[in-house]
T-cell receptor, first 113, second 114 residues
Framework: GDSVTQMEGPVTLSEEAFLTINCTYT??????LFWYVQYPGEGLQLLLK?????DKGSNKGFEATYRKETTSFHLEKGSVQVSDSAVYFC????????????FGKGTKLTVNP | EPEVTQTPSHQVTQMGQEVILRCVPI?????FYWYRQILGQKVEFLVS????????KSEIFDDQFSVERPDGSNFTLKIRSTKLEDSAMYFC????????????FGNGTRLTVT
């Protein structure tokens, strides 16, 4: 079945450091790919998405590129802030009758001043 | 901005008891979901609900689970006879057009079964 694998956390960075959170997926067909973020005490919210190969999703300085050849959707940000501290979830949606999002385990990011 | 609200934020119950987790989705959304996350594990899909009926359910969603939209605003998840392994964070979500459109999640209900 479809699955998502994220790098294990937690990740701790200093402010202004470069961030990469790796995500790879296994799926049949051509899934849509997402990054969701969960800030402390809040629900998950969509950060960015990409629907086809080579698409780049971006939002709030975060970017991720849909790489079909490596089945990856790594999240990057050039300069993190303390306010980026959160749990980040990679997910896929595979059209073809199913309504479910398939999530990774989540990666907790802590950014220190 | 409208949001999905879940109550209670934390529920403690004894094994074998029934629990009802409540959610108020965003008012113009048509698709409703429950997901759960056992501590340290992945967020797992439980069930989707559209047009007043279940549209999809996972293998986790057995006869102990049920969902209802009793009054056009609330969306509830009932667990009839809780087990220790039901302890998890339960997330309600809603969307306008299904899972390819943004899902809006509530803050979750942490269920602890003792």
């Amino acid at each position: 079945g479809d699955s998502v694998t994220q790098m294990e956390g937690p990740v701790t960075l200093s402010e202004e450091a470069f961030l990469t959170i790796n995500c790879t997926y296994t799926a049949t067909g051509y899934p849509s790919l997402f990054w969701y973020v969960q800030y402390p005490g809040e629900g998950l919210q969509l950060l960015l998405k990409a629907t086809k190969a080579d698409d780049k999703g971006s939002n709030k300085g975060f970017e991720a590129t849909y790489r079909k050849e490596t089945t990856s959707f790594h999240l990057e940000k050039g300069s993190v802030q303390v306010s980026d501290s959160a749990v980040y979830f990679c997910a896929l949606f595979n059209q073809g009758g199913s309504e479910k999002l398939v999530f990774g385990k989540g990666t907790k990011l802590t950014v220190n001043p | 901005e409208p949001e999905v609200t879940q109550t209670p934020s934390h529920q403690v119950t004894q094994m074998g008891q029934e629990v009802i987790l409540r959610c108020v989705p965003i008012s113009n959304h048509l698709y409703f979901y429950w997901y759960r996350q056992i501590l340290g594990q992945k967020v797992e899909f439980l069930v989707s609900f559209y047009n007043n009926e279940i549209s999809e359910k996972s293998e986790i969603f057995d006869d102990q689970f049920s969902v209802e939209r009793p009054d056009g605003s609330n969306f509830t998840l009932k667990i009839r006879s809780t087990k220790l392994e039901d302890s998890a964070m339960y997330f309600c979500a809603s969307s306008v057009q299904g899972s390819d459109s943004p899902l809006h999640f509530g803050n979750g209900t942490r269920l602890t079964v003792t």
